[in-house]
């Protein structure tokens, strides 16, 4: 059985005050929870994550990774370093990198690689756009997104790797894709995987992602190849995002 999994992204939002009630009022009421829970937070605040969730039932991460181990790259981040922080989950090609940061499919792909060669489980986010989703393309924009990095990594790197499917006319709009649109894609992604390797594919855990709240989490977590979810702006409130967890 695969384990329900909801993380937060953060995005770029919070300060140290406001960070630490937020910490510990997930930390506190994750107490009870059935899933499993992550907060991926601003590099900055990894330390303060760290101090408030570790022995605790909810794991932390980042949201980005710098595709190389160490070096001459100013600004950039090594997956050793997120290690260094007890990170455990690192996002890679969330649309928002992918859209504005110019994270290219092969980009991504080497960022997958770069978190696992230091030991972190990468969360790789796919996901169409409106006007792919309206030409019906979006089955062709997943599975490029998918095949850049398995072309890379090959199957073996998938075992215990989250997907997070996150149609990017979903995130942040108020708009979901309704509990069948979503499990048809989610579907699709693991059979991808499981054509290859019935493990792996099985295994899989598929996240969904794109203005989850409290209200729609449970009828899109029920889908069976749902594995719970990636949360932006409901990861913000600690009670919206112990009740997703919940729901999962
Ligand atoms: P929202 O939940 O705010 O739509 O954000 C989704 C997302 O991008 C999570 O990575």
């Known amino acids: 059985m695969r384990?329900?999994?909801?993380v937060g992204n953060w995005k770029m939002h919070g300060n140290l005050a406001t960070n630490m009630a937020l910490l510990q009022a997930v930390r506190d009421g994750a107490v009870e929870l059935r899933s499993g829970a992550a907060l991926c937070v601003p590099y900055p605040y990894l330390a303060q994550a760290r101090s408030v969730l570790e022995g605790s039932n909810v794991a932390w991460g980042a949201q980005d990774v710098s595709e190389h181990d160490s070096g001459a790259w100013t600004g950039e981040v090594s997956g050793a370093m997120l290690a260094d922080f007890g990170c455990r989950y690192v996002?890679?090609?969330h649309s928002e990198r992918r859209s504005f940061f110019?994270?290219?499919?092969?980009?991504?792909?080497a960022k997958f690689l770069a978190a696992r060669?230091?030991?972190?489980?990468?969360?790789?986010?796919?996901?169409?756009?409106?006007?792919?989703r309206?030409?019906?393309?979006?089955?062709d924009i997943v599975t490029r997104q998918?095949?850049?990095?398995l072309s890379a990594s090959g199957m073996a790197a998938f075992a215990d790797a989250v997907v997070a499917y996150e149609p990017v006319w979903a995130i942040g709009t108020g708009r979901t894709a309704s509990p069948a649109q979503a499990q048809e894609v989610h579907a699709m992604i693991r059979t991808r995987f499981s054509d290859e390797s019935a493990v792996i594919g099985s295994q899989l855990r598929i996240l969904y992602g794109g203005s989850v709240k409290p209200g729609n989490a449970a009828e899109i977590f029920?889908?069976?190849?749902i594995d719970g979810g990636l949360i932006g702006g409901a990861s913000l409130v600690a009670a919206d995002f112990l009740a997703i967890c919940a729901a999962a």
Do not use: F, M, N
Not at 3 to 6: A, F
Not at 134 to 139: C, K, R
Not at 146 to 149: F, G, H, K, P, R
Not at 222 to 225: K, M, T
């Open 117 to 132: 060669r230091a030991g972190l489980t990468p969360i790789l986010c796919v996901g169409e756009t409106l006007e792919e």
């Open 102 to 109: 110019g994270d290219s499919d092969a980009v991504t792909a």
């Open 134 to 139: 309206e030409a019906g393309i979006t089955g």
């Open 222 to 225: 029920a889908q069976p190849d």
């Open 3 to 6: 384990g329900k999994l909801v």
């Open 146 to 149: 998918i095949d850049a990095v």
């Open 91 to 93: 996002i890679v090609g």
